[in-house]
């Protein structure tokens, strides 16, 4: 026989357990969103419970009901679970997605909402291969790993990197119009190269980047973001445009190496904050130097790279644009990407682990960009 939940202490332990049960994508209690539709518990301590999944097919439901299990069978006196998944119904949807976007579910882009207290980082670098992705990648879990709310955009369409070097494989689930982004290392990421089969290269061009980068501000749920990271393609091209009408207010952090060639380019790329009305929240020198086995430093790609182009970029916008940091070469910040274990988190205490940390630190500390947020002064 099954009593009703709250009746008895049993009950409200099992109850009590259930809200700890965290929606892999969505993050929150799975009690909040409405998925637990019943929950009995005999008088034997026999507990079942009935979920209901977002969508059918939800690749996660594994991973819920295992996550439901151990957190029912550590209750004491629970002698036996039993979770049975549902699926939601479409009032049921829509009461969800109401709930997630706030009342009347309406649609835009979230970050660019007056009460938003997001963080927005643009990426960018002059040319390809100095490491945007692999810093953005690290940056990201060291922050989310610090207890942040954190996401990346990767709008490197041409080349995007970032769901392989965080170790995703896993589709974003569809819940009709809403996109919930896969989550690993505690940071949800959404990428174009979710959307396309295999390793096909996309040739798209602008109004359609302009477009997807739209698609992914607007439809994917990211929920209350600390700090969102977008990914870049290298270059001024017409992303970062976009990226400036969609969202005004993110700030450009500029990846460069040692090289007086890259940082020439990588000059392109910051100044053209100049033109959108951004600001640049600093420059981030990567590959600076390798440590060789007798603790001296080779420097591979030269030196004093991204400190010219921090005092360059200074002048060019007019005002301070700090060198965050200078991150060293490591073959195990390397090995890590190709791994989909960042080097933050899985060798946090080498050389470039605590360079990236650091940096990490100060971009936190980086005020909110105000450009584009109305204010809400009055002229008098
Ligand atoms: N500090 C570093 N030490 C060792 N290897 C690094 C370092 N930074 C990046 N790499 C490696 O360099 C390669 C290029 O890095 P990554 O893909 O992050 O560059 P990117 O600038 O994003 O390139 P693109 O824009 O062309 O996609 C990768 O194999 C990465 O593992």
Known sequence: MSTPPHSTPLA????????????????RPITELGMVES?????????????????????????????????????????AVDVDLKVMNQAQRDALKEQLRGAGGQR????NQPGSLTKVFAVASGKGGVGKSSVTVNLACALAAEGLRVGIV??????????????????????????????????????????????????????????????????????DLDILFLDL???????????????????????????????????RAGAIA???????????????????????????????????????LSATVGADVPLLGQVPLDILLREGGDAGVPLVLGRPETPAARALSGIAGRIAAVPRGLTGIPLGLQPR
């Open 154 to 223: 990767d709008a490197d369409v041409h080349g995007f990197s970032v769901p392989a070097l965080m170790g995703i494989t896993q589709s974003p689930t569809r819940v009709d119009d809403m996109i919930l982004p896969p989550v690993a290392y505690g940071v949800k990421v959404i990428s174009i190269g979710m959307f396309v089969a295999g390793n096909q290269p996309v040739a798209w061009r602008g109004p359609m980047l302009h477009r997807a980068l739209e698609q992914f501000l607007t439809d994917v749920y990211f929920g």
């Open 108 to 111: 835009g882009i979230p970050f």
């Open 12 to 27: 409200q332990a099992v109850n009590a357990a259930l809200a700890t049960v965290i929606d892999p994508e969505l993050r």
């Open 274 to 312: 100049t033109q959108t009305g951004q600001s640049v929240a600093g420059v981030v020198e990567n590959m600076s130097y390798l440590e060789l086995p007798d603790g001296s430093r080779m420097e591979l790609f030269g030196s004093g790279g991204g400190a010219v182009l921090a005092d360059r």
């Open 39 to 79: 929950v009995a518990v005999s008088a034997e301590g026999a507990v079942r419970i009935a979920v209901l999944l977002t969508i059918s097919g939800c690749p996660l439901r594994g991973t819920i009901t295992a996550d439901c299990e151990a957190a029912l069978s550590a209750v004491p006196g629970v002698t």
């Open 233 to 267: 393609p290298p270059g001024t091209g017409d992303i970062a445009i976009s990226v400036a009408q969609l969202l005004p207010q993110a700030q450009i952090l500029v990846v460069t190496t040692p090289q007086a060639a890259a940082a020439d380019v990588a000059e």
